[in-house]
């Protein structure tokens, strides 16, 4: 502990108490990396990061790569250093990239051989090395006699871009403090142990694979498999392998993984629950997993907060289906309505969330900063309602509400339902324009079989209000999804007009 702050030098002390305990496991090649040996791999490319490329305290490194075992030392490198990680996504244009360096002011950027051709004719000015070579030769790097930790306990450790619905891409940025909180948060909200093994497939330049298992995880001792992407199959085949404890995905993913023909096969009897993010869970998807005797613990985060915010306990899975539960240590709630008072029992309003795992700011965005934090509280932009136990629910977005014939209707409600239907097998909802009733739903369906919309409207009569029920139904053989598989309404927005 340094002036009084929390040392966040995890891989120092496991590398102490259990130097031969597997921290991380290669999925394609299954190689085993120890606590001893990634503690000393991010010693020695800390000082290759500083020696030959200058990297100082607050300095910007980006990297453009999928998800590699070496990644994690790497991060632990640039967090020894005091610098910045700023991991990107690899799916985006050199346009888009630019944008992303330029923000940041990136000083060097690590670069698979595969992405080159995303910052090869870029003019900016930033010192670049291939991902491979950078990590060659580590061995023969001497440490230091007496490693330094230079990053402190409030400095900026990571920018993440958020793709955000309008706009340029925002860059959030997450402090060391931020990380501790949320894997002190999740290790205890979790029951996570130094016996429990975890899956990572979500990309690296997402929150969601450093910091919903990865981090916590690893600040627990315990094991982690590092996939370059996501593979339903091979997941069920490692999972049995290496007796995986906990599972994360996003509904897409789960729905992809039982619809494998291992799905029923496979012997996930380790596997304690299914943590899900993202979006609601579809309740027959969550039935499907619970036959398989894996509890669902339906969860709620994002990117600036977080991630882990909110966690439904595995044995309220059935009885509380849909809720994203209680809201995880050291984080303070409020639900407020438009005229920004307190809400009530099932009076849905906007999250308001505070705590020390709120980002510091946006990046160079000090007006969306500004909008976003108000005296203290993040303002999430999300719907929720909580019931008379407390257990919260997520409704919507804010800017996805629309007003029928006066009455306020949210997408994510109708979805639930509409996803009941046997014969659909995505479904998203939006609000359109409509000359009576000022907006109606539109609902864009992916369906198992032919299905038409009289059928469906049929199905909603009993179980949604009239005004609920959209008007006008869009067949797609695909609804498009982001890096998370996460449907993006944003596109469906452009079908919509």
Same mark, same amino acid.
């Given at each position: 502990?340094?002036?009084?702050?929390?040392?966040?030098?995890?891989?120092?002390?496991?590398?102490?108490?259990?130097?031969?305990?597997?921290?991380?496991?290669?999925?394609?090649?299954?190689?085993?990396?120890?606590?001893?040996?990634?503690?000393?791999?991010?010693?020695?490319?800390?000082?290759?990061?500083?020696?030959?490329?200058? @990297?100082?305290?607050?300095?910007?490194?980006?990297?453009?790569?999928?998800?590699?075992?070496?990644?994690?030392?790497?991060?632990?490198?640039?967090?020894?250093?005091?610098? @910045?990680?700023?991991?990107?996504?690899?799916?985006?244009?050199?346009?888009?990239?630019?944008?992303?360096?330029?923000?940041?002011?990136?000083?060097?950027?690590?670069?698979?051989?595969?992405?080159?051709?995303?910052?090869?004719?870029?003019?900016?000015?930033?010192?670049?090395?291939?991902?491979?070579?950078?990590?060659?030769?580590?061995?023969?790097?001497?440490?230091?006699?007496?490693?330094?930790?230079?990053?402190?306990?409030?400095?900026?450790?990571?920018?993440?871009?958020?793709?955000?619905? *309008?706009?340029?891409?925002?860059?959030?940025?997450?402090?060391?403090?931020?990380?501790?909180?949320?894997?002190?948060?999740?290790?205890?909200?979790?029951?996570?142990?130094?016996?429990?093994?975890?899956?990572?497939?979500?990309?690296?330049?997402? *929150?969601?694979?450093?910091?919903?298992?990865?981090?916590?995880?690893?600040?627990?001792?315990?094991?982690?498999?590092?996939?370059?992407?996501?593979?339903?199959?091979?997941?069920?085949?490692?999972?049995?392998?290496?007796?995986?404890?906990?599972?994360?995905?996003?509904?897409?993913?789960?729905?992809?993984?039982?619809?494998?023909?291992?799905?029923?096969?496979?012997?996930?009897?380790?596997?304690?629950?299914?943590?899900?993010?993202?979006?609601?869970?579809?309740?027959?998807?969550?039935?499907?997993?619970?036959?398989?005797?894996?509890?669902?613990?339906?969860?709620?985060?994002? *990117?600036?907060?977080?991630?882990?915010?909110?966690?439904?306990?595995?044995?309220?899975?059935?009885?509380?289906?849909?809720?994203?539960?209680?809201?995880?240590?050291?984080?303070?709630?409020?639900?407020?309505?438009?005229?920004?008072?307190?809400?009530?029992?099932?009076?849905?309003?906007?999250?308001?969330?505070?705590?020390?795992?709120?980002?510091?700011?946006?990046?160079?965005?000090?007006?969306?900063?500004?909008?976003?934090?108000?005296?203290?509280?993040?303002?999430?932009?999300?719907?929720?309602?909580?019931?008379?136990?407390?257990?919260?629910?997520?409704?919507?977005?804010?800017?996805?509400?629309? @007003?029928?014939?006066?009455?306020?209707?949210?997408?994510?409600?109708?979805?639930?339902?509409?996803?009941?239907?046997?014969?659909?097998?995505?479904?998203?909802?939006?609000?359109?324009?409509?000359?009576?009733?000022?907006?109606?739903?539109?609902?864009?369906?992916?369906?198992?079989?032919? @299905?038409?919309?009289?059928?469906?409207?049929?199905?909603?009569?009993?179980?949604?209000?009239?005004?609920?029920?959209?008007?006008?139904?869009?067949?797609?053989?695909?609804?498009?999804?982001?890096?998370?598989?996460?449907?993006?309404?944003?596109?469906?927005?452009?079908?919509?007009?």
């Amino acid at each position: 502990m340094r002036n009084g702050m929390i040392q966040t030098d995890w891989l120092r002390n496991w590398a102490i108490y259990t130097p031969n305990k597997i921290a991380l496991i290669e999925a394609e090649t299954e190689k085993q990396v120890s606590y001893e040996d990634l503690f000393k791999q991010s010693c020695a490319l800390a000082l290759k990061l500083q020696n030959e490329f200058n @990297i100082e305290k607050g300095d910007r490194v980006a990297v453009i790569s999928q998800n590699d075992v070496r990644y994690v030392p790497l991060f632990f490198a640039v967090q020894r250093l005091g610098a @910045i990680l700023v991991p990107l996504n690899y799916r985006l244009s050199p346009r888009e990239i630019e944008f992303m360096l330029e923000d940041s002011g990136a000083k060097l950027v690590i670069c698979s051989e595969d992405y080159q051709p995303l910052i090869k004719d870029s003019e900016l000015e930033f010192s670049s090395v291939d991902f491979s070579s950078i990590h060659e030769n580590l061995a023969e790097i001497e440490p230091e006699k007496e490693e330094t930790f230079k990053g402190e306990f409030t400095d900026p450790l990571m920018i993440l871009y958020t793709s955000g619905t *309008t706009g340029r891409p925002k860059g959030a940025v997450l402090t060391h403090e931020m990380i501790f909180w949320n894997s002190v948060n999740t290790g205890l909200r979790l029951n996570l142990t130094t016996n429990d093994t975890q899956l990572c497939f979500l990309p690296f330049f997402h *929150t969601g694979g450093w910091n919903v298992l990865l981090m916590p995880t690893l600040h627990r001792g315990g094991q982690n498999i590092i996939m370059k992407k996501f593979d339903a199959e091979r997941i069920l085949i490692l999972s049995e392998k290496y007796k995986t404890t906990v599972l994360f995905g996003v509904p897409t993913t789960l729905e992809m993984m039982s619809q494998s023909e291992k799905f029923e096969a496979s012997n996930l009897s380790t596997v304690r629950y299914a943590i899900v993010g993202g979006e609601p869970m579809p309740i027959e998807l969550i039935k499907t997993w619970q036959k398989k005797g894996i509890a669902i613990r339906q969860g709620y985060g994002l *990117t600036e907060f977080g991630p882990n915010v909110f966690s439904l306990n595995e044995e309220d899975s059935l009885r509380k289906i849909g809720s994203i539960g209680f809201p995880n240590f050291y984080i303070e709630t409020r639900v407020i309505n438009q005229q920004g008072e307190i809400c009530g029992p099932d009076e849905v309003g906007e999250l308001l969330l505070k705590g020390p795992v709120c980002m510091k700011e946006y990046w160079n965005n000090p007006q969306a900063t500004k909008e976003t934090i108000k005296a203290g509280w993040l303002h999430t932009g999300d719907l929720v309602k909580f019931d008379s136990e407390k257990y919260f629910y997520v409704v919507g977005r804010k800017k996805e509400m629309f @007003i029928s014939g006066g009455e306020n209707v949210y997408p994510v409600e109708v979805e639930q339902v509409l996803s009941e239907h046997p014969d659909i097998s995505e479904v998203a909802v939006l609000g359109t324009k409509d000359s009576k009733w000022g907006e109606v739903g539109k609902a864009f369906i992916k369906a198992k079989s032919p @299905i038409q919309p009289k059928e469906i409207e049929e199905f909603c009569k009993d179980r949604l209000a009239k005004f609920k029920i959209p008007k006008h139904f869009v067949f797609l053989d695909d609804l498009p999804k982001g890096h998370t598989g996460k449907i993006l309404k944003r596109q469906l927005s452009e079908i919509n007009q």
